[in-house]
């Protein structure tokens, strides 16, 4: 051994030198293992990606005082951080902040605007911020929400073409220090992706939301048309993927920042991953329009005893094993011509295995999906639906099924036929509605249910004339649906923005579009004509839900307001008169009163009373009658779905001051908005409306506050809010104990000149007069048949007698002192209800009025005087849907004029183009790598 190893025998030999050799040998082996390590590498090569871009940020989060992350508006996309926002409506927002030195108070401000502008609220002279004070502890992270309206705002286009000005809608926050307010964060402005007037959001919430992309790709949401010159291909929806955060998903929690949402997918989510306030926002939702479709056998087990197990469609189910046959009826329903294939019609094969699904047990309540066998159910809850389906809609072997658009389209969402068809001389094709709506593809009542009665009404004719239709768009007052004059019903057998006439080529696209069917699909498309729930959706006015102080509604109510708490200034000639009266009265009669007494020095002591005299005659002349102090007036409209206990309350409110005032406004702050009345004739006020700054303040134990509303001496502010408010219960349709048809009132309202109207399955209306229906009362329903060539006096005969609800207003000076302006007038507004709201077969409608005051709204300083009055509207029966018709026809492949555009002319390599090709998971596409 030691002639093997002479060094290690030399070295072991000296004294004191054996330890210290088996330690370096020791540390050889160690550094060996080390370099295999990567030990000789730095450790910044050692480190992941991932782990680099953490350590960068904690070093710049180390250096920077607060940290803010991107804004993102509710619902929010999984993997994106993207801002939506659709004018006209109100969003809710999510920002993170953190300090990293010191605990800070904080007021965080909000704002919205175009490019560098701040946009003001349209028909007003103000600015509104929105703003939350928080609090900032040192070193966590923390949300901060804000509710942001996103007002309407013209266009600017520029002085000078060398320097453009931007129109991009942006959104701005900035960090102030409570209380000194000063500045510590930036306000720079974040793009949002602004949603046109025709286009909403589909929502998608599950587990597995990705899975659900191949949404965005479909024809029913992004439709097709193969003119290359054309504006624009049109969009029905901008999907949004959202998966749950640490078990939460991030979705609105009020009805009234969801009305930018048409369809929300449920698939295999946990109801506990949903709050309390996000599940009643989902239920108010739906109640007023909203589509909920659940998606498959995994959601089903999640849905029992859920807070939507009431609104299902099955009571139960079982498990089961979906095949080809069981598809049968449905794929025979959809399959319709392929214009790609024109002589094949592929049939839905289940190829491999079988698809886990469920055998549905209906209730009372539900009914299945026209041409869908026993695999779709559905049932209406309010004005919305909730579709069930017994299979997977992930599943790739149905949604890649060529027909899967249109079964979505048209049967899942109920939605008016289309068709591909020729629409100009090029022959150039093009999706488009098929039948009587065609030329309305930008119609924002086509692509959602969702409706709110004080919003959706439309202006009449003779409105629109007279407050001028350029001014009412440049307010962005959708003007699509707007009413014929007349008194005839909004009812199956009227013309009203329903019928054929009046949409053939609507459209919000600022152009006309004049189609025409050409070939085999003219026949096919004319046979397709609207289903019942289309006819009624384009019934409404146009503005898909949009904040609206022009609807029809809004309108008459603003005007009844006017005139209530309004000044009415005296003519020149009154004026004139009363001059001539009291110098007459001053000078002549009192000079020869006194005079034949023999008392001329009483003249001079007679000269004060008489100007007091003519004080209280100009007084009562000119309709002072508000007096020299602050009065508010009110008139709100709620409206409820049947037995449902939650409501939806407008209140247009009148502010008169004597003496120029700063009003505050406290609300709830979930579920409830507020914002100034717009005005057309505000360019042509006094100079005095110079822009005023508005704040409305959340996280406030008030509730949200709108502060300063600045009400000018002797002038009125109007004010338009709109809270959810929640009643023990509804107003329920039953059988009496009699037997009868009858009504109870559940809620703690005491309803007055109350009226039901109902539509027969034959179209024809048939009235009840209920009157008085206290709260927790009961009435009989005795139906009349009436004719609708009678009018609207025809079937408001009852309200005519009163001077609250007749059809016109009394003179102010032809009032009894009993009938004096304590008798707020509310029948304009009830006559626009029973107008103007559609009545379609089967449903059955409440209309009446009540002196409660329901709703919180606080004014301060408190009012000297008030005075309220409420019309009631309960929607008791929603309508017959009907039967479903397919579209006309498909296109599973590039349209194939484009595909020989790109043959003759191949596009440039170094400019990008749009890709036509279907995309991945589309029908007609590649299938998806797994």
Not at 303 to 332: G, H, I, K, M, R
Request: proline residues 6%; glycine residues 8%.
């Amino acid at each position: 051994m030691q002639r093997d190893l002479p060094f290690v025998h030399d070295v072991c030999s000296q004294p004191g030198n054996g330890c210290a050799f088996w330690w370096r040998c020791l540390s050889l082996i160690c550094l060996l293992f080390a370099t295999g390590c990567s030990g000789c590498r730095p450790e910044s090569e050692r480190l992941t990606r991932e782990e680099i871009e953490k350590r960068s940020r904690e070093s710049q989060e180390k250096r920077e005082a607060i940290v803010a992350s991107e804004l993102v508006s509710l619902p929010a996309d999984s993997d994106s951080r993207l801002l939506f926002a659709k004018p006209g409506h109100w969003f809710e927002t999510r920002q993170e902040f953190k300090s990293n030195r010191e605990d800070l108070q904080i007021l965080a401000v909000g704002s919205v605007g175009r490019g560098d502008r701040v946009t003001p609220l349209p028909g007003t002279n103000i600015l509104n911020e929105f703003t939350r004070r928080t609090s900032l502890p040192k070193g966590q992270t923390k949300s901060v929400d804000l509710q942001y309206f996103v007002p309407y705002s013209a266009i600017v286009e520029p002085e000078d073409w060398a320097q453009p000005v931007s129109n991009q809608l942006t959104f701005r926050t900035e960090l102030l220090s409570w209380p000194l307010l000063t500045p510590l964060t930036e306000r720079i402005p974040k793009p949002a992706n602004e949603l046109k007037a025709h286009e909403f959001q589909l929502l998608v919430l599950s587990p597995e939301a990705l899975a659900y992309d191949f949404l965005g790709s479909l024809d029913a949401v992004f439709w097709r048309n193969d003119d290359s010159m054309a504006d624009e291909r049109i969009r029905s929806y901008h999907v949004r993927l959202v998966k749950p955060v640490k078990n939460q998903y991030s979705l609105p929690r009020s009805m009234l920042t969801m009305t930018s949402i048409a369809v929300v997918v449920w698939d295999d989510v946990a109801a506990e991953d949903v709050s309390r306030e996000q599940q009643q926002a989902l239920i108010d939702w739906v109640h007023w329009g909203g589509q909920l479709v659940v998606s498959g056998p995994s959601s089903w087990t999640r849905l029992q005893n859920s807070f939507l197990s009431p609104y299902l469609p099955a009571d139960s189910a079982d498990s089961t094993l979906l095949e080809t046959a069981d598809f049968v009826e449905l794929s025979a329903h959809w399959e319709v011509e392929d214009r790609s294939h024109p002589k094949i019609r592929e049939s839905l094969v289940v190829q491999g295995a079988a698809i886990a699904g469920l055998n549905l047990k209906l209730n009372t309540d539900g009914a299945w999906l026209p041409g869908t066998g026993h695999l779709v159910a559905e049932r209406q809850v309010g004005r919305g639906r909730v579709v069930l389906t017994a299979f997977p809609l992930r599943e790739t072997r149905i949604n890649r099924w060529n027909y899967f658009s249109s079964f979505l389209s048209s049967g899942l969402l109920r939605r008016a036929s289309r068709a591909f068809t020729q629409y100009d001389a090029n022959q150039s094709l093009a999706q488009m509605w098929a039948g009587p709506f065609k030329g309305a593809e930008r119609d924002p009542r086509m692509h959602s249910n969702f409706r709110i009665l004080s919003r959706d009404l439309p202006l009449s004719a003779n409105t629109v004339q007279e407050l001028g239709e350029t001014r009412l768009g440049e307010l962005g007052t959708s003007l699509v649906g707007t009413t014929r004059s007349g008194s005839a019903l909004n009812t199956p057998g009227s013309t009203q923005p329903g019928d054929a006439a009046a949409v053939q080529g609507q459209g919000n696209s600022g152009r006309t579009v004049k189609p025409s069917f050409a070939g085999d699909a003219s026949a096919v498309a004319e046979e397709h004509s609207a289903s019942p729930m289309v006819d009624e959706a384009m019934r409404w006015g146009g503005g898909g839900a949009a904040w609206n102080d022009f609807s029809g509604l809004s309108h008459s109510a603003l005007t009844a307001l006017r005139s209530a708490a309004g000044i009415v200034l005296p003519t020149r000639t009154t004026i004139l008169y009363l001059l001539a009266g009291y110098l007459f009265c001053l000078v002549p009669v009192n000079w020869l009163l006194f005079r034949l007494m023999g008392r001329l020095e009483y003249a001079w002591l007679a000269a004060p009373i008489l100007a007091l005299v003519g004080v209280v005659v100009v007084t009562s002349v000119a309709r002072l009658d508000i007096g020299f102090a602050r009065r508010t007036t009110e008139i709100s409209v709620l409206e409820l779905h049947g037995s449902y206990p939650r409501g939806h309350l407008t209140q247009y409110v009148a502010l008169y001051t004597s003496l120029s005032t700063n009003y505050a406004v406290e609300l709830p702050e979930n579920g409830s908005v507020a914002l100034p009345s717009s005005d057309v004739s505000r360019t042509d006020r006094r100079a005095v409306d110079k822009i005023r700054n508005l704040r409305t303040n959340y996280g406030r134990s008030a509730g949200v506050t709108l502060e300063p509303l600045t009400v000018y001496s002797n002038s009125t502010e109007m004010l338009h809010a709109e809270q959810m408010i929640e009643f023990s219960g509804g107003i329920q349709l039953g059988k009496l104990a009699t037997g009868e048809e009858g009504l109870k009132n559940r809620s703690e309202l005491n309803l007055k000149s109350t009226q039901v109207l109902r539509c027969a399955d034959d179209g024809t209306i048939h009235s009840a007069w209920v009157g008085a229906l206290e709260s927790g009362g009961s009435a009989a329903l005795r139906f009349q048949r009436l004719s609708s060539s009678n009018g609207v006096e025809g079937f408001a005969s009852q309200w005519m007698a009163n001077p609250i609800t007749s059809a016109q207003q009394i003179s102010a000076r032809a009032k009894t002192d009993s009938e004096a302006d304590s008798e707020l007038w509310i029948g304009g507004v009830m006559l626009e209800v029973l107008r103007k709201t559609p009545l379609m077969p089967g449903q059955m409608r409440l209309i009446g009025y009540t002196d409660d005051h329901p709703g919180q709204l606080n004014i301060i300083p408190t009012q000297d005087q008030l005075d309220v009055r409420c019309v009631v509207v309960a929607h008791l029966l929603p309508q017959t849907l009907g039967p479903i018709t397919p579209d006309a026809n498909i296109q599973s492949r590039r349209i194939a004029a484009l595909d020989k555009l790109l043959q003759d002319d191949p596009p440039n390599s170094e400019e990008p183009q749009e890709d036509v090709s279907p995309s991945v998971g589309e029908p007609g596409g590649e299938p998806p790598k797994i």
